[in-house]
């Protein structure tokens, strides 16, 4: 886990930030996965590259110019916690497993495998995601189970 600096754009209710690529097959489908599994509806998801999926990214010095040949994050899911901070990669999928009653016990688990296998694994998945998946041209809150929280404006 890295712990960075509490959230400064906004806080919606003390809710989960999950920044998911929104042109991905695989992140559509993990969204619509998730949403009916978080009860207490603590997770709001958010675009990586929308306005304020930019704009979380650049107050936790993780946004990278396009020019600059970085896979992270920008590859990668990412969990904010506004009071621990954020997770990247296989930590962030194990905590926001945590998060879901149906799934704790899998991301407790998870938790135990060491973070250089789990990300291996991840990567693997990442890079091969659009090819097993597909892609979308954008992610569209029409596209969301209703009552998801979704947002992409600051």
């Excluded at 999926?53 to 936790?60: F, N």
């Excluded at 110019?65 to 899911?77: C, E, G, M, R, Y």
């Excluded at 979308?136 to 979704?150: A, G, V, Y």
């Amino acid at each position: 886990m890295t712990e960075k600096q509490p959230l400064k754009s906004q806080e919606v209710s003390g809710k989960k930030w999950i920044l998911f690529d929104g042109s991905c097959g695989l992140c559509h489908w993990s969204v619509r996965f998730i949403t009916p599994k978080d009860l207490n509806k603590s997770c709001c998801f958010v675009p990586l590259n929308s306005p304020l999926g930019i704009q979380l990214l650049k107050e936790r010095g993780l946004y990278f110019p396009k020019d600059i040949n970085a896979t992270l994050p920008l590859n990668s899911v990412i969990l904010i916690d506004p009071i621990k901070g954020y997770y990247i990669k296989s930590e962030a999928v194990i905590q926001i497993l945590k998060l879901l009653p149906s799934w704790h016990f899998i991301g407790v688990l998870m938790q135990y495998i060491p973070s250089k296998i789990s990300d291996f694994f991840y990567d693997y998945i990442a890079k091969n995601r659009t090819k097993w998946f597909g892609t979308k041209l954008s992610c569209k809150r029409s596209d969301l189970p209703k009552n998801t929280c979704f947002k992409t404006e600051i």
